[in-house]
């Protein structure tokens, strides 16, 4: 089984940046993707940025050129570095985790508690 635990969120006013962790931990052989996901009150969850294999980025065209997600995989842990954040950035984000079992078996979407952003004058 997989845990995580993120950080950093909190408010901030436009044009400001937020930098968010997650941290995953467990019985596992390896961690195959990380990301995070955010939804707004009245809104679908969307992705927002993944890493896969610690190495390939994958962005929400939303926020190309203002987020940048890294790694370490040593430690199992992915960094969201939100600049430029906008009143529509608001949102719950949640670390999301693909994982492979010490069995070889891929498991998907563990989610994390969340952690709020919110962005306002």
């Known amino acids: 089984q997989v845990q995580v635990v993120e950080s950093g969120g909190g408010s901030v006013q436009p044009g400001e940046s937020l930098r968010l962790s997650c941290a995953a931990s467990g019985s596992f052989s390896r961690i195959n993707t990380m990301g995070w996901y955010r939804q707004a009150p009245g809104k679908e969850s969307e992705l927002v940025a993944r890493?896969?294999?610690?190495?390939?980025?994958h962005y929400a065209d939303s926020v190309k050129g203002r987020f940048t997600i890294t790694g370490d995989s040593a430690k199992n842990t992915v960094y969201l570095q939100m600049n430029r954040l906008k009143p529509e950035d608001t949102a719950v984000y949640y670390c999301?985790?693909?994982?492979?079992?010490?069995?070889?078996?891929?498991?998907?979407?563990?989610r994390g508690q969340g952690t709020q952003v919110t962005v306002s004058t």
């Open positions: 890493l896969i294999t610690f190495e390939t980025t």
């Open positions: 999301n985790v693909d994982w492979v079992t010490a069995e070889g078996r891929y498991q998907y979407d563990y």
